[in-house]
């Protein structure tokens, strides 16, 4: 059912983040760049609330007097500021919101990466508890009611000797002491928030948290734009002596205050669940984790490509351990593998080129071993198929994913070193090469797009040699859902190396293991 349910909003957004590449390309695509937005959002949130705190009296007398002079008095900065506060905050929500569903429609929530969607689950919460203690400030009629239901919520709990929303019950219960304690709830939750954003990242290498100048201008123009055609106002001073009837609600922030008003039991225990729901769900089945990535250190020489490449901080440089004339070693974390396999692409001594003794890497994938890349490389050029002869090397997360009997299936395409490429076109073993990975707005491993595309390019140690003839390989980066365009594109690529002005690589005699030699006899 999950998995269901995760496909379904998989191709959502692989129709959205489509469109957006058409549109803008994949490096400004707001879709791809949601972390970083939200980063960005959590600054202009801070900025804006600092300058406004310094125009803002925090005596519950003139709370709401001080924000009007300000929102109409000085309108064209102050005010605009106090609107650029409140939808960048109402944005936040949204990109926040957006992320998570995000990384549940990709799968990218379990195994290694449990640390990341479990750090997430409290920055709901105080991302939550910013914008409510902010909605408190204005002291306006919508403020009185959330101040009221929320108060009656935390009554509803026993963690209070008296009930604490006594204190709005008339004008002369609410004392300027109370309310200094929401001023400075509503300026701790956010450090408390940005903390746990930073405690968020801590398992991923290179994290995105500024988006690229283009994409934040064009956010900081949009949020300026609302700003001024739709200035945020309040909806009349707070009277405690009146019930506030009607209010406008916030529905970024508030959809569940109604639930409130009629069973407060039924709400936290809604909260509750989502919140237990969602911290359980990266062990939920269906499970899946391979084991992690292995160091063979008769290969290894501390040289660091593994270490640098590696998208989720996994691995580091250590001090030798045994006698070989080197400094360091390379240690893997196994909590915080993913078995993406990209460090073996990334392993100066990973090359198919070695005839003699077993093909053993520096750091290798024991589900998914370089050795067995060769073999089945193997397997399939012995396979009798009509020219041109095409090696597949497919991502499980992408458009190849599914398609195992035919290509070289792996769980990212940068498990596979250049060297691989240049084997099996220097030996004639193919006509041609087709990198099928990931879409580049949505790369399962993160990096593995754009360091398969650097290697390629000749811009990241291992680097594909310049002797290898680039009009015989092909990358296509798809979603799982753009299987269709993948052949097309496969089927365009086949045409161009039948039409090629040179001869084919010729074939040259390979020692195949004895396996693949049986099963092509």
């Given at each position: 059912m999950i998995a269901l349910v995760r496909r379904s909003i998989a191709r959502g957004f692989d129709a959205a983040e489509r469109g957006l590449n058409r549109l803008a390309g994949p490096a400004l695509n707001p879709l791809a760049q949601l972390g970083a937005l939200g980063f960005f959002l959590f600054w202009i949130v801070?900025?804006?609330?600092?300058?406004?705190?310094?125009?803002?009296?925090?005596?519950?007398?003139?709370?709401?007097?001080?924000?009007?002079?300000?929102?109409?008095?000085?309108?064209?900065h102050a005010?605009?500021?106090?609107?650029?506060?409140?939808?960048?905050?109402?944005?936040?929500?949204?990109?926040?919101?957006?992320?998570?569903?995000?990384?549940?429609?990709?799968?990218?929530?379990?195994?290694?990466?449990?640390?990341?969607?479990?750090?997430?689950?409290?920055?709901?919460?105080?991302?939550?508890?910013?914008?409510i203690t902010g909605y408190w400030l204005v002291w306006d009629q919508l403020a009185q009611y959330i101040a009221t239901t929320s108060t009656e919520l935390l009554d509803w709990l026993p963690i209070f000797g008296e009930p604490i929303a006594r204190n709005f019950l008339a004008p002369s219960s609410l004392s300027n002491r109370f309310f200094t304690l929401l001023v400075f709830l509503h300026i701790a939750v956010p450090l408390v928030l940005l903390f746990m954003l930073w405690i968020h990242i801590q398992r991923i290498t290179r994290p995105?948290?500024?988006?690229?100048?283009?994409?934040?201008?064009?956010?900081?123009?949009?949020?300026?734009?609302?700003?001024?055609?739709?200035?945020?106002?309040?909806?009349?001073?707070?009277?405690?002596?009146?019930?506030?009837?009607?209010?406008?609600?916030?529905?970024?922030?508030?959809?569940?205050?109604?639930?409130?008003?009629?069973?407060?039991?039924?709400?936290?225990?809604?909260?509750?669940?989502?919140?237990?729901?969602?911290?359980?769900?990266?062990?939920?089945?269906?499970?899946?984790?391979?084991?992690?990535?292995?160091?063979?250190?008769?290969?290894?020489?501390?040289?660091?490509?593994?270490?640098?490449?590696?998208?989720?901080?996994?691995?580091?440089?250590?001090?030798?351990?045994?006698?070989?004339?080197?400094?360091?070693?390379v240690a893997v974390d196994a909590d915080k593998c993913v078995s993406c396999g990209i460090c073996t692409g990334s392993c100066p001594s990973s090359t198919p080129f070695r005839s003699v003794g077993p093909l053993d890497t520096g750091i290798d994938l024991p589900d998914v071993t370089f050795a067995s890349m060769r073999e089945r490389l193997h397997e399939l050029a012995a396979r009798d198929a009509p020219s041109p002869r095409l090696l597949v090397i497919g991502c499980w997360h992408g458009a190849a994913g599914g398609r195992g009997e035919e290509?070289?299936?792996?769980?990212?395409?940068?498990?596979?070193?250049?060297?691989?490429?240049?084997?099996?076109?220097?030996?004639?073993?193919?006509?041609?090469?087709?990198?099928?990975?990931?879409?580049?707005?949505?790369?399962?491993?993160?990096?593995?797009?754009?360091?398969?595309?650097?290697?390629?390019?000749?811009?990241?140690?291992?680097?594909?040699?310049?002797?290898?003839?680039?009009?015989?390989i092909l990358s296509v980066w798809a979603s799982p859902t753009e299987g269709a365009r993948l052949d097309r594109e496969i089927d365009a690529f086949k045409a161009r190396l039948a039409t090629l002005a040179q001869e084919p690589p010729q074939r040259q005699a390979v020692d195949m293991p004895a396996s693949v030699k049986e099963a092509a006899s």
């Open positions: 801070a900025v804006s609330g600092i300058y406004l705190f310094m125009l803002f009296d925090t005596g519950v007398e003139n709370a709401h007097a001080s924000v009007e002079w300000y929102s109409t008095r000085h309108a064209w005010g605009v500021m106090r609107s650029f506060h409140r939808y960048a905050s109402d944005l936040m929500v949204v990109v926040m919101a957006l992320h998570l569903v995000r990384e549940f429609a990709r799968d990218r929530y379990r195994g290694g990466r449990w640390f990341s969607w479990v750090t997430g689950v409290p920055v709901i919460w105080f991302l939550y508890m910013s914008g995105k948290v500024n988006p690229p100048r283009m994409l934040a201008a064009l956010t900081m123009l949009a949020l300026l734009a609302v700003s001024i055609v739709k200035p945020a106002l309040s909806q009349g001073a707070a009277d405690l002596a009146k019930v506030p009837s009607p209010v406008g609600l916030d529905w970024f922030y508030l959809p569940l205050y109604p639930l409130a008003d009629a069973s407060p039991g039924a709400l936290w225990g809604l909260l509750a669940a989502a919140t237990v729901m969602l911290a359980l769900m990266p062990w939920l089945p269906p499970l899946r984790r391979m084991k992690p990535a292995t160091v063979d250190l008769d290969h290894c020489n501390g040289c660091g490509r593994c270490v640098e490449d590696c998208p989720y901080d996994a691995l580091q440089l250590v001090p030798r351990s045994d006698k070989l004339p080197y400094v360091v070693e290509i070289l299936s792996l769980p990212c395409v940068a498990a596979a070193p250049p060297s691989l490429i240049d084997y099996a076109l220097s030996r004639g073993l193919v006509d041609g090469v087709v990198i099928a990975g990931c879409s580049e707005s949505a790369c399962y491993n993160r990096l593995g797009v754009e360091w398969m595309q650097q290697r390629i390019a000749g811009e990241r140690d291992p680097y594909l040699r310049a002797r290898v003839p680039r009009e015989r």
